[in-house]
């Protein structure tokens, strides 16, 4: 049932989907102090990926992502039990959170924001799969 | 020694790569590991002789209490090597008992996986880590026992002695932790100073049942022990690791450890000398009837191990003394003999003791070996069984509850013991030649190795008892009350035990030569046989598997529909009691709306109505689109930003998918009868009350409110102003771990089930189609 679109929404899927995806980063990062978080910008970079599908077609979406959107998941959740490690190795209770400031940009990383990022591709992930899974047996239905 | 057990599973883990490298050598250089750890034991040993407690301390949750520490005192060193020792034989022998087996690799990660839960087993000081290694080692002993996984008589005893160890590992779990709320601590060492606290606490009783039920299982003793020979469907070095020496010994080391702490009552005493004694003369009595080596051997460990747990209920000074010898009498000899067993079963291609006859001259070693280990089965000077079983008598003569009784059975047990000994030793060796399946010839040195120092040591051990006074003292006051100084001795002088062994050997021999009649007049009992308690498993398994099916047409039909008002009702029933039985209901409603709100509210109800009468399903989804939108902007109104957005995004989502799957469902039809409509009215009528009310009841004021802990310190603990987000990553940080594998998996249910069904439906297509009227 889903077709490569019309020429509009073609158009307009390649000028959203950077913007899009920009937006669901910015989404990510600042999700500790303001709005945001890797919930939420994973469900934008969900939606900005499924319009890409529906303007242009599966084959055109699996040739960008490059990855499985189920490798995504599987990354996903090591990024989630990854984040619980380093306060394990200073010896802190499990899952404590660790914060450490990059110095020239002054950018404050953690283990919260790499668990969130953990959540960001989790979110994508599973969205992607069961987009996409829907898709491909439309196109076998196409087929007959 | 932590880091030793815990790098030991990683060694198991790399086994298939050992074998790449090191091919058919690749057992003998496993060996290597549990034969260090026992050379590290061994230099222990000034410490446990000089009777101390070495506490190796390692946290592992310190938040719950969990800790990974060992507790090494004689008991555990007794375990510990007894597990490395013959571990390491087991490996060598296994190298040339299963010599280019293709599932070698597998059959090494599992073994060696499962020395190490032993090991852990034994040496755990905490409850919890003790119950997790117990439970390991209930897991690799049926993946061992059922290695041979294409034999269905395999596959069945293997799920047998899984049920029943881990069953009787729920009571267990139950009952530890009963025992660290009685005891008021994890730890098993200071467990054991807190007997009297035990002793008289309200839950002695229950405590002391479940962890009986669990020791009793894996230790197989009455009714349970129909698993342990059924078990023997393993390769023999399983057998002689797991089921003589290791596993099965676990029930009793438990039983031995706690002594301390919960000894000492006429509960824990009769209980514990009148299923011993019963599961001795069971073993004994089922053991002649049979003709298969290997489960010769299985019955007479059943025996054994009753003797062990008659001895240990019994609980005088003179019967730990008698424990602790026969104990590693039993490991020293039961190992050897079933090596020997696997050296007959590999040598002549039958198991079967009748079939085989005058192998002294082809195996002259094996001959040996099993001739010397019999004899210690059988308790005859000068071997270490013999000063077993003379102890053992007098134990039992000093016995403090039902003696006359439990004197009876032990003595039945122990002349037909003698019996099953000389079947085991002589019936293969000795007379005339006899044609088997396979030409016979003696073992590689590998396999002969193993057997052959365990049998010296029983000879050794006799000879000269006086070697094993140290670690009987420090294991005994271990396992007994303050200090014991043992000194054994062959020779006691002329006494009653002294006779009472002479009569079973009398009465040994004459069963032994008349065993062919015994066997076929005892074959009169097979009907009440066949009704013991593994008629009692087959019939609840049976019943398992037919609860389970009506369960599963009731509850998992198929239909979302019975599955939403399952889930409703239950929710219903729980939420409704906490509310109604548990709290007092107490509502807190002040309607002060907004005008604003109530449009909003308006909109929800109208939306769910809408979606409940639609004919067409784009407009249900459109209505239940109104009500999420609504959701949204009552965020917005009470001001959280992130849930507002969220649900939007949520719905928008979910409009996409709603979209892919709209088209693939068949034409909009009314399915269900107006009774059930109304059914489904009421259900979801009630549900919705109840959430209503909970909702105001809990939103008063007398409750303290959750969130106000959050807003105070998102910022000083969390470094984050959104709360929302510092909970969801940080404060709640696991629970947000959880969804994300719950989410992972629904995804991959989701891919799964398209997946499979678009292969079906193309296997459907490739068939001859029937004519379609669909286009």
Known sequence: MVRSGTLILNAAARLLLPLQLLFSLFLLLRGHDEPGGGFIAGLVAAGAFALYLFARGRRALDEMLKVSPRDLVGMGLLFGVLATLPAWWVGEPFFTAQWWTIPIIDFKASTPLIFDIGVYLVVVGSVLTAITALVKTDQQDDER | MQLAVLGGFLVAGLAPLLHRWFGQRTPLVMALLPASMALWLL????????????????????????????????????????????????????????????????????????????????????????????????????????????????????????????????????????????????????????????????????????????AFTKSAQFPFHFWLPNAMAAPTPVSAYLHSATMVKAGIYLLARLNPALGGTDT???????????????????????????????????????????????????????????????????????????????????KDVTAMGGLRGVMPLTAAVAVVAALSLAGLPPL??????????????????????????????????????????????????????????????????????????????????????????????????????????????????????????????????????????????????????????????????????????????????????????????????????????????????????????????????????????????????????????????????????????VDTLTVILLVLVLFRLPRFATLSTPMERLRDLAVASLTGGLITLMMLSVSGERLPRISDYMVANSQPLGQGHNIVNVILVDFRALDTLGEMFVLALAAIGVHAMLRFHAVAYDARRHAPLPERDDG
């Open chain 2, 43 to 214: 230099g222990l040993w000034p410490i446990i002789a000089a009777g101390d407690v070495l506490l190796l301390e390692w946290a592992w949750v310190p938040g719950l209490d969990i800790t990974l520490t060992f507790l090494i005192d004689g008991l555990a060193w007794l375990f510990a090597m007894l597990i490395t020792v013959i571990g390491a034989f087991v490996l060598v022998y296994t190298g040339d008992y299963l010599r280019g087996h293709q599932d070698l690799p597998r059959f090494l990660v599992v073994i060696t996986a499962f020395m190490m839960s032993m090991l852990g087993l034994v040496l755990a000081d905490n409850l919890v880590t003790l119950f997790v290694f117990w439970e390991l080692t209930s897991i690799t002993s049926y993946l061992l026992i059922g290695f041979d996984h294409t034999d269905l008589a395999a596959r069945k005893a293997a799920l047998q002695g899984l049920f029943v160890t881990v069953g009787g590992g729920l009571a267990l779990l139950a009952g530890f932790i009963m025992l660290a709320m009685a005891g008021g601590s994890w730890s098993l060492a200071e467990l054991s100073t807190r007997d009297d606290m035990l002793r008289e606490h309200a839950l002695y009783t229950p405590l002391l049942i479940c962890v009986l039920i669990g």
């Open chain 2, 268 to 350: 824990w005493m009769i209980t514990l000398s009148l299923v011993g004694v019963l599961t001795m003369a069971t073993g004994a009595f089922l053991a002649i009837q049979h003709t298969n080596v290997k489960k010769l051997l299985a019955y007479s460990t059943v025996m054994a191990l009753g003797t062990l747990t008659m001895l240990l209920g019994i609980g005088t000074e003179q019967a730990l003394i008698a424990f602790v010898v026969f104990l590693l009498a039993h490991s020293l000899y039961k190992g050897a003999l079933f090596m020997v067993a696997g050296i007959l079963d590999h040598g002549t291609g039958t």
């Open chain 2, 384 to 649: 270490l069984g013999f000063l077993g079983k003379e102890l053992m008598f007098k134990s039992v003569l000093e016995a403090g509850n039902f003696r006359a009784l439990i004197l009876l059975l032990a003595f039945t047990a122990a002349f037909l013991t003698l019996a099953v000994a000389a079947i085991v030793a002589l019936r293969p060796f000795f007379g005339t030649l006899r044609e088997t399946p396979e030409a016979p010839h003696e073992a590689p040195p590998g396999m002969l190795v193993g057997p052959a120092v365990l049998a010296t040591l029983s000879l050794l051990f006799g000879l000269a008892p006086g070697l094993l006074d140290g670690l009987v003292s420090a294991t005994v006051s271990g396992i007994g009350a303050g200090e014991v100084s043992t000194h054994l001795a062959l020779w006691y002088g002329f006494n009653l035990p002294l006779l009472l062994s002479l009569i079973s050997l009398l009465l040994g021999v004459l069963v032994f030569r008349r065993w062919d009649r015994v066997r076929g007049r005892l074959a009169v009992l097979q009907p009440i046989m066949t009704r013991g308690p593994e008629a009692g498993y087959d019939a609840l398994m049976r019943g398992l598997v037919v609860v389970a099916e009506w369960q599963t047409r009731l509850l998992q039909n198929g239909h979302i529909r019975n599955y939403l008002i399952v889930t409703l009702l239950v929710l219903l029933g729980l939420v409704g009691h906490a509310l109604f039985f548990r709290h007092t209901l107490e509502l807190d409603f002040a309607p002060a709306l907004y005008f604003h709100e109530a449009v909003v509210a308006g909109l929800m109800i109208a939306g769910a109505v809408a979606a409940c009468v639609m004919r067409s399903r784009l407009a249900a989804v459109a209505s239940l689109g109104i009500i999420g939108f609504s959701i949204a902007l009552t965020f917005v109104l009470f001001s959280a930003p992130d849930l507002a957005i969220t649900q939007l995004l």
